[in-house]
């Protein structure tokens, strides 16, 4: 659970974040900034804050804020009926991103893990500004921003957030804000 | 067709314009700026310049770089057997666009059709920096950049180049450069 002022303070975090990098909001946009703490309570380890621009049938497209050290815990997208899983591209357009994603373990990761024991996907990819990588459904994946904190753009499939399973069971998408 | 000396210029145009932006190209992807000039050979009125971060079977996002004054001609993209035909979202990053539609013509729009016998569609959408528009398959549509030039990135579905259709007969979407 978030408090409202935790709400507040995490969306003028973004807000200033996003304008240094020259990405210009409308003040909707400004206004409806999403604050996930995925449950945890501990938003400035894990969680992140979102921006998402479109979200159709078939596309969406998102900006995603992290602070220095949080974390996006680790989960997979799954399909429904004949949809097929959500395929992401994550490009980096500012600071230092950990990515981890399934496969082979990098030996001595940059990231620690803020709950180790739900974190599965070892095998390291750094994203620096330019740099992207795509996500393809199924595969599960994480990542960290480094010190300086990150701006990642997500070109995706539709975001189908219900769906998204993650590895560490106290997870909940929902963010909850004290009322 | 364009000269390779003409290519160059456009690319090194395209690339000061995203720096001025804040948008990191890899060295990759700036050698690699798509120059477009759409088989008219008069690219500073028709055309535009292009950098394709991703295009997969289900997801594309691109920059559109144009110069002022500069015209993305009219077309729509139709699907072919059981594909849908592209859908598009443009989000103006910098300078001011003027988007026609399919609709109720605007009075007194603010774009000079550059060959305006191949324009049909006049309802006019004006963006500026963080406002955006979505194209829906089969919706004829054209752009021409205001004073300043400007930065439109857009969020689609696969891009499927060979499969737009343009009003004006003479335009071909492959461009040719004098060997």
């Known amino acids: 659970m978030l408090t409202f002022a935790e709400v507040q303070e995490a969306r003028e975090y973004t807000a200033a974040a996003l304008s240094r990098a020259g990405v210009v909001l409308t ?79 990098t030996p001595d990761p940059l990231a620690v893990a803020p709950r180790p024991e739900h974190y599965t996907a070892w095998h390291q990819i750094v994203l620096r500004p330019g740099d992207q990588h795509t996500i393809l459904p199924g595969t599960k994946h994480w990542f960290q921003a480094g010190p300086d904190g990150a701006i990642v753009t997500e070109f995706s499939t539709r975001s189908t957030d219900e769906r998204d399973v993650f590895t560490d069971p106290d997870i909940r998408r929902i963010t909850v804000v004290e009322p």
Chains 1, 2 share one sequence.
């Open 27 to 105: 003040p909707a946009e400004r206004g409806e900034i999403e604050v996930a703490d995925l449950g945890l309570g501990e938003l400035e380890r894990t969680g992140l804050q979102l921006v998402v621009y479109v979200n159709t049938e078939r596309v969406c497209a998102k900006e995603l804020v992290l602070r220095p050290g949080q974390t996006c815990p680790e989960h997979r997208h799954i399909g429904a009926d004949e949809e097929l899983g959500k395929e992401e591209t994550f490009r980096v357009r500012a600071g230092e991103v950990w990515l981890y994603v399934d496969g082979p373990a």
